[in-house]
């Protein structure tokens, strides 16, 4: 067998031209666009390109973008009255602080500081909170774009057996809830895991998010599985630097039905993910019906 390859990228420019028609709509119906604030502080190399490319994808589809650089040294009281400026601001519909943050900040005092319904990357406790109890809330952008491409691939999810490997607030713990509303029997596997190739192997659904370069071997995989690959690693191959997900994908695309690759699978949907957010929060905060775009 040799798997399908899922085209995380193609997805996510289909969804981008769905969002950019329900915020077209949402400014005709409002008089603004919605509003996505980035906040960066310090000047680390990668998260500089995360907030540029956010910002771009946001006007790109007809978002307003507001970009907020501060320095290393911010400290946190400076940081909280930002997000509490940013919270009473009505033409922000969306904050994100982008993480991780310098050491001496309290990452998780500044999430908690977010208004819960302009809270787009989904990390507050009480979208967490909601996700659990099957209530509606805003979901973390990642978990969020698998949850797409596995309901593009496989349709209804129900009865399934899926196994999510990582157990992180970020990725992991959202995407089990989410396969569990789905009504999949959910394994949710992590670093003390025992006998996780034998896990593996009875799962119709592997969602990877660990962070260790090809770890999910692919003579693990059960025939015909649907295997969504989270994970990014940079290592060197034949002298050449590569990134690579968590899963041996030449071994996995023989054995399952298909596979995200790594890059072109997940990546494309986080950031796509995270604009339907906003477009879902700048509705729900004008009180209009938010359209199913997914
Ligand atoms: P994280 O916070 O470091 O969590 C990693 C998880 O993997 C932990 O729960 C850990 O278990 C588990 N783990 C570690 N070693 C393991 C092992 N040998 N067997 C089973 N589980 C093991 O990472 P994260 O933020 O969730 O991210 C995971 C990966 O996804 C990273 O490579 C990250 O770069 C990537 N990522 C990609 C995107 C994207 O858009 N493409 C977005 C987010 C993250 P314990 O809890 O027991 O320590």
Redesign the pocket.
């Known amino acids: 067998m040799t798997a399908h390859i899922i085209d995380g990228k193609a997805y996510a420019a289909g969804l981008g031209d769905k969002i950019a028609d329900s915020v077209a709509a949402f400014t005709t119906g409002t008089g603004r666009a919605p509003g996505l604030a980035v906040v960066l502080v310090g000047s680390d190399p990668a998260s500089e390109v995360y907030v540029r490319s956010k910002g771009r994808m946001a006007r790109k589809l007809g978002m307003e973008s507001f970009e907020h650089v501060l320095p290393e040294d911010t400290t946190q009281a400076a940081l909280l009255a930002l997000v509490a400026e940013l919270n009473a601001d009505d033409s922000v519909d969306g904050i994100l602080v982008q993480l991780p943050l310098p050491r001496h900040l309290d990452s998780l005092a500044v999430v908690e500081a977010i208004d819960p319904a302009k809270d787009v990357d989904g990390l507050h406790p009480v979208n967490a909170g909601y996700l659990a109890s099957g209530l509606p809330g805003l979901t973390s952008c990642?978990p969020l774009g698998c949850l797409m491409l596995l309901r593009d691939s496989l349709g209804d999810l129900s009865g399934l057996d899926a196994i999510v490997?990582?157990?992180?607030i970020?990725?992991?713990k959202p995407m089990a809830q989410l396969l569990l509303a789905e009504n999949c029997t959910v394994t949710l596997?992590?670093?003390?895991?025992r006998d996780?190739a034998e896990k593996v192997g009875k799962a119709d659904i592997v969602v990877a998010?660990?962070?260790?370069a090809e770890?999910i071997q692919g003579d693990w995989i059960r025939p015909g599985a649907t295997v969504i690959d989270?994970?990014?690693?940079r290592v060197i191959r034949d002298g050449e630097k590569r990134l690579v997900g968590?899963v041996d994908f030449a071994g996995a695309a023989r054995k399952a039905r298909a596979i995200t690759p790594v890059p072109g699978g997940?990546?494309p949907m986080?950031i796509m993910s995270l604009m339907h957010n906003t477009m879902l929060a700048a509705y729900r905060r004008a009180g209009l019906p938010a359209p199913q775009l997914w």
């Open positions: 990642t490997v990582g157990r992180s970020l990725v992991g596997a992590h670093s003390r895991t996780l998010a660990v962070g260790s770890m989270v994970g990014t690693s968590d997940v990546g986080t």
